[in-house]
């Protein structure tokens, strides 16, 4: 058991992009997208035993870490490693489960209907990522070229230009400015997303193109 000083202070910040808090895991599959959606993102941790209000309700430590055990290692596509820390708070238990970035992307994990599919972390919350998304993750771990010379054509100038002045657009919003097929402003997005030159986030729902 480790020191209540550190784990209370985490619980003082409330859920964010990198901290979820559960009042307990009873679903291996619902928290495997929990790890995806870190995974996929930067990392984080979830805080097993507390409520949404940050009320510490504790845990039964043993059955908690074999439930995310099996979320981690069963029902995420690649596997992932996650570590445990168990903190004594006012004679509660207090579960850590530390997420890190995946190197391979994208983490993936079943919803509801049994289909696998790849979360991310915006905020406090779990979403479904864009397909848009999962591409540019794919793409990164498959890209073994760094001298890979892209040149910016009229589509691509198009796209920066209108960032400059916009704060995103979405994929439908580029291919209407660009006059492109799907598939194209999907390969141009990407490509340039490689480069550093936009980022990917999301907004209400969205996800939008934005500038890197």
């Not at 991310?120 to 397909?131: M, Q, W």
């Not at 990407?190 to 980022?199: A, Y």
Request: contains cysteine.
């Amino acid at each position: 058991m480790k020191s209540k000083d550190y784990i209370e202070g985490l619980i003082e910040q409330g859920e964010h992009e990198h901290q979820d808090f559960k009042y307990q895991i009873s679903d291996a599959r619902k928290i495997a997208r929990s790890i995806s959606a870190f995974a996929n993102n930067s990392g984080g941790h979830l805080l097993v035993g507390v409520k949404d209000n940050g009320h510490i309700a504790g845990v039964k430590s043993d059955e908690e870490i074999y439930m995310i055990e099996q979320a981690a290692t069963m029902y995420c596509r690649p596997e992932q490693q996650v570590e445990f820390s168990l903190y004594k708070v006012e004679d509660k238990t207090v579960l850590k489960v530390d997420i890190a970035e995946a190197p391979t992307k994208p983490v993936k994990a079943p919803d509801e209907k049994g289909q696998w599919k790849a979360y991310y972390r915006v905020a406090d919350e779990n979403v479904l990522a864009s397909s848009l998304h999962v591409k540019v993750m794919q793409h990164h771990a498959s890209d073994t070229d760094e001298n890979t010379v892209i040149q910016f054509t009229e589509k691509e100038e198009l796209l920066i230009d209108y960032l400059a002045s916009h704060g995103g657009i979405t994929i439908d919003g580029y291919m209407k400015l660009a006059h492109v097929s799907r598939h194209m402003a999907e390969d141009t997005i990407v490509n340039l997303c490689e480069m550093g030159v936009v980022d990917l986030s999301y907004h209400n729902g969205q996800c939008l193109i934005t500038r890197g």
